[in-house]
């Protein structure tokens, strides 16, 4: 009885600690939110003078403009390309590193570190290395007989998105973090067991850690998904969206025309919509992460 009146205490506690805060950053949050619906609706410009209510037109002119689904369909791919190399690149390197080899801590240290990173001081290093003329990886290609004449890795549009690709290839760092964590709670008895049993590595990989870790999955799917909406500084400072548009995602769209100052209310439109369709993942995220909490606290009562 004691112990719960202390945890009613401290939960008590901590409400109030937090409380000023979070009223500060759910105040601009909310308010953020509304000035973005609301000048949705709107024509004016970054002065927010002689403005101008045109109902739907922002979203008639969002919706014409393929180049708006384009950027949409890029992000989707991206994060595509980071659930893919996370639940299974990411997968074998927590898998391998669990096993407590020799420089695993240090291995884990290195691939784990650029994740952490600030992003645009990750991207400035790949694009200083994809140059083409004095790029490091042209350079090393060239001195074992490569022709790198056409290896234009950020102006040929194929090159620039695999280019894209590779940064959020190498930022595995975190899904394996995921892994990492759920396979150190498997118990020891289950991988001995099926070691008596016959099974083989690919076998213990395919039919039993893998499955065990279904929860990393899911939050590596979801979050992956999430995470591709926050992709502007990589795409920006790599490629600036091009060439030609082909590597444009959301956040430089709306970049873009922010950085005209002209058309703030198509921008608010613009924002209006990655804002629902992150809503809607974010929603599918808390539902999943809560569908996977809860069997394990019934077990628990």
Known sequence: MNRQRIG??????????????????GFFLLYSI?????NGFYRMDLSFSNTEFIGLDNYRTLFADPLFFRSIGNNLVFSLVVVISGI????LFATFLSLNIRFSKLMFAVIFVPSILPRALVTTVFRQMLEHHTGTLNGLLSMIGVNTENLMWL?????????????????????MLYYNAELGAIPPSILES????????????????????????????????LASFRMFESV?????SGPGFATEITGTYIYRFTRQGSQVGFVCAAATVVLLIALVFALIQTS??????TPKRRRAS
Do not use: C, E
Not at 157 to 165: C, D, F, G, I, Q
Not at 236 to 240: H, K
């Open 155 to 175: 102006t040929n549009p194929t090159l620039a998105y695999l280019s894209v690709m590779s940064i959020f290839i190498y930022m595995i760092g975190i899904p």
């Open 34 to 38: 509304f000035f973005i619906l609301k």
């Open 236 to 240: 920006f400072l790599l490629t600036n």
């Open 88 to 91: 299974t690149i990411g997968f």
């Open 8 to 25: 009613q205490t401290k939960g008590r506690d901590a409400f109030f600690f937090l409380l000023p805060l979070a009223l500060l950053v």
């Open 288 to 293: 999943v992460l809560y569908r996977s909490i």
């Open 194 to 225: 099926a070691r008596i049993d016959g099974a083989g590595l690919w076998t213990m990989l395919t039919r039993i850690l893998y499955p065990l870790a279904a929860n990393s999955h899911k939050t590596i799917i979801i979050s992956s998904i």
